[in-house]
C-alpha cells in the first residue's frame, strides 16, 4: 500500500533554514507528481510546492516563493522541501501528499505529517 513518511521537521529561529524529507513507498514513484502540505493550528490545509514526476516543474504559494525550494530523487523514492529565511507564520504540521484518479475521482495519500516550529 501507498506509505508516505515525513522527517525533518523541528524547531528553528525566525531567519533559519530546515530540510523536510518524505520517503515514498508502494507505487511507483517517479510516475507521480508530489505536493507539500501544510497545516497551521485553527487554519486549513494549504498546498506549499508540488513537483512534477519527472522534476522538471515546480510551483509554489505565493507565500513560500522565492524561499522554499521543492526537489525529489527518484532513484531514492524520496521528495524534499528545503525551506529557507524562515517565519514565524511558517509553523505548521507539513504533510506529503501524491494522489491518483481513477473514473474522474481523486484519491490523495497523506503522510503523518512532520510539525515545524519557527521561534525565537
Known amino acids: 500500500q501507498v506509505q508516505l513518511v515525513e522527517s525533518g521537521g523541528g524547531l528553528v529561529q525566525p531567519g533559519g533554514s530546515l530540510r523536510l524529507s518524505c520517503a515514498a513507498s508502494g507505487f511507483s514513484f517517479s510516475t507521480y507528481a508530489m505536493n507539500w502540505y501544510r497545516q497551521a493550528p485553527g487554519k486549513e490545509r494549504e498546498l506549499v510546492a508540488v513537483i512534477t514526476s519527472a522534476g522538471g516543474s515546480e510551483e509554489y504559494a505565493d507565500s513560500v516563493k522565492g524561499r522554499f525550494t521543492i526537489s525529489r530523487d527518484n532513484a531514492k523514492n524520496t521528495v524534499y522541501l528545503q525551506m529557507n529565511s524562515l517565519k514565524p507564520e511558517d509553523t505548521a504540521v507539513y504533510y506529503c501528499?501524491?494522489?491518483?484518479?481513477?473514473?474522474?475521482?481523486?484519491?490523495?495519500?497523506w503522510g503523518q505529517g512532520t510539525q515545524v516550529t519557527v521561534s525565537s
Open positions: 501528499n501524491t494522489y491518483r484518479t481513477r473514473f474522474g475521482r481523486r484519491y490523495d495519500y
